[in-house]
């Protein structure tokens, strides 16, 4: 069984940062990529950053130049480094690791509240 477990989320004023964290319980066999959902109320689940076990990385335009996306030394931790944050970034953000085979794995999900 592997487990995710995130921190980091919080409320913050419009123009800070936030650094949230995602520790997996053990290796996954077959890890393909590690990533960054994030969903807003009344909206759709959105992928907001990825990284493969390459190191490549994709973002989604509304973050593009403002978040990284990190991989811990292990490779069993993800990092979302965000900057100059918007209020548009007010979301439920997820921790979401996905293997070659198939299988994906989900944190519990942590708040980020960006006031203005």
């Known amino acids: 069984q592997v487990q995710l477990v995130e921190s980091g989320g919080g409320s913050v004023q419009a123009g800070t940062s936030l650094r949230l964290s995602c520790a997996a319980s053990r290796n996954i066999f077959g890890l393909d990529s590690m990533n960054w959902y994030r969903q807003a109320p009344g909206k759709q689940r959105e992928l907001v950053a990825t990284i493969t076990t390459r190191g490549t990385t994709n973002y989604a335009d509304s973050v593009k130049g403002r978040f990284t996306i990190s991989r811990g030394n292990a490779g069993n931790t993800v990092y979302l480094q965000m900057n100059s944050l918007v209020s548009e970034d007010t979301a439920v953000y997820y921790c979401?690791?996905?293997?070659?085979?198939?299988?994906?794995?989900w944190g519990q999900g942590t708040q980020v509240t960006v006031s203005t």
């Open positions: 979401n690791v996905h293997s070659l085979i198939g299988a994906s794995y």
